[in-house]
């Protein structure tokens, strides 16, 4: 598929979105379906890792729009799988021996998102627009949002909650980059950026306004909404006053790194061990 052909589709796609009466016309919905085609498949997607030299994702808000405009024009359906039944809008994704994917049931993946070769999905959830990279384990009851980018080699642990971010259409979404284990009921939304090899202790809360503390030198550091390459992370509380008092509220602290290594299974359980933390 070209560039210009994407570029068609995008002129079409956003046109509509910003006239919805256009969704009339064949074409406008013809582009529509095509790029959720094309987004099931993993041949687009809403979100392009930075280019050699660059350091920011790329958003695609047309893309993002196009699965709005989708929810539009689908109509309610009962779809049977064996014994369960669904009503939706959005069907399941399909053909996955195909695809070299395993899915344990009930696990679930919404058409219009994309599961690379290698990927195992215990009964969780992977909602339409998001991306799970190669060999990355989306373990029980681990939900991933609409348009969540997750990459490869990825763990998402035991109720693991990946945020979905699909308005406003220009918004990056969560993205999780290759090599990350995010521990059990770690829940991280609104566009939060998880560094490659990073490892999230259990429980850790991210949002876009969670202070992240990097407490390894001798002053803490202060951020939000990126959590640094194999950067070690627990959850943790600091003192803030109100009206009515004091009190803490969550924090996550980095606490340390994890060792550059070729054998990153290696590197995760020796940064595990070295920082006690629980995943």
């Not at 069907?91 to 994309?114: C, N, W």
């Not at 939304?189 to 949002?207: N, Q, S």
């Not at 390459?229 to 006053?241: D, N, Q």
Request: aromatic fraction near 6%.
């Amino acid at each position: 598929m070209t560039s210009a052909h994407h570029a068609e589709l995008a002129k079409l796609v956003e046109a509509a979105y910003a006239d919805r009466s256009l969704l009339e016309e064949p074409r406008s919905v013809d582009a529509v379906n095509e790029t959720l085609s094309l987004l099931d498949r993993g041949e687009l997607r809403v979100a392009e890792p930075p280019a050699e030299g660059e350091d920011e994702w790329r958003v695609h808000a047309w893309v993002k729009q196009a699965i709005l405009l989708y929810f539009g024009i689908r109509k309610m359906q009962t779809f049977e799988v064996g014994p369960f039944e669904f009503r939706d809008k959005i069907p399941i994704k399909h053909d996955l021996e195909a695809q070299g994917v395993r899915v344990v049931p009930p696990g679930t993946a919404r058409y219009g998102s994309f599961l690379e070769p290698g990927v195992v999905m215990m009964p969780g959830y992977v909602n339409i627009g998001a991306r799970v990279g190669a060999g990355s384990m989306v373990d029980t009851w681990a939900t991933v949002g609409s348009c969540a980018q997750v990459g490869r080699d990825v763990h998402l642990a035991g109720g693991v909650g990946i945020g979905g971010v699909l308005e406003p259409p220009g918004a990056q979404p969560v993205i999780i980059e290759d090599g990350a284990f995010v521990g059990s009921r770690v829940i991280v939304v609104e566009g939060v950026r998880v560094g490659r090899e990073a490892v999230l202790g259990a429980g850790v809360v991210l949002t876009a306004s969670t202070t992240l503390i990097d407490v390894r030198g001798d002053e803490p550091l202060e951020s939000k909404g990126r959590v640094p390459e194999r950067a070690v992370v627990i959850p943790g509380t600091r003192p803030k006053r109100f009206r009515a008092g004091e009190y803490q509220i969550p924090c996550a602290l980095i606490i340390g790194e994890r060792k550059p290594s070729t054998d990153r299974k290696v590197s995760l359980e020796a940064a595990l061990r070295e920082y006690a933390v629980a995943v």
